[in-house]
């Protein structure tokens, strides 16, 4: 499910269009102003911003600029409909702009269509993490990183395996075809070490990928 920041300050806006993304598989946080906006954007990941250019606290085009630091893409709502505007959403790094008033159906096909530019699959959650297989990405607390080929194996095998205890031999047994002779029971220490860096909020007391002593490890 995509997670869209809904930047507006007209109430009305925010409740139609909650509703209706809502309704259209779509995970809303909505927030009035930029100060608002920007703190959510520190303290959790967004697959994209929907944004008013003009707020009441800020303006959209400083938002943005936040957004454009942690990769997530943006869509402009703007009443503007003159050229200046409309350009310096594009000179500013905006992905897309729609007029207002607009048609839902409109905006939907805009934000499926600057999803489908960004890449964007697909995101599966743990925890306070995303987890975006179609990219090979974590995103956590806003920060996104991208995975190695070793990283993305062992992270697919937890996944498959969910809540299972797994033997350090089946792990080893299968990141095997990609590291070949390089692998060994040092080099899972190593790979598991790296993976719980980019997941865990604290990674020397992991919450996600626990260990079970004398036995392996298990995803939570």
């Given at each position: 499910m995509d997670k869209i920041l809904?930047?507006?300050?007209?109430?009305?806006?925010?409740?139609s269009l909650t509703e209706y993304l809502t309704e259209k598989d779509f995970l809303v946080v909505a927030v009035g102003g930029e100060r608002e906006a920007r703190l959510r954007l520190k303290e959790e990941?967004?697959?994209?911003?929907?944004?008013?250019?003009?707020?009441?606290n800020g303006t959209g085009f400083g938002v943005l600029e936040a957004a454009k630091t942690m990769g997530v893409p943006g869509i402009f709502l703007t009443a503007q409909d003159e050229e200046e505007t409309l350009v310096r959403t594009f000179e500013e790094g905006a992905n897309d702009y729609i007029v207002k008033p607009f048609r839902p159906?409109?905006?939907l096909a805009r934000i499926q269509n600057v999803l489908?530019?960004?890449?964007r699959g697909e995101t599966l959650q743990i925890q306070d993490v995303l987890v975006n297989l179609d990219r090979g990405t974590i995103t956590r607390q806003g920060k996104e990183e991208e995975l190695s080929a070793l990283e993305y194996r062992l992270l697919?095998?937890?996944?498959?395996?969910?809540g299972q205890v797994l033997r350090r031999s089946q792990l080893l047994e299968d990141i095997w075809?990609?590291?070949g002779d390089f692998v060994n029971d040092n080099t899972l220490s190593v790979y598991i070490k790296r993976l719980r860096e980019k997941?865990?909020?604290?990674?020397?007391?992991p919450k996600i990928i626990t260990t079970v002593r004398g036995i392996g490890y298990r995803m939570d």
């Open positions: 809904l930047v507006e300050d007209d109430g009305a806006i925010v409740s990941p967004f697959d994209l911003l929907l944004i008013d250019i003009s707020l009441q159906r409109e905006l489908r530019r960004e890449g697919e095998t937890f996944l498959a395996n969910r075809d990609l590291a997941l865990e909020e604290d990674p020397k007391n």
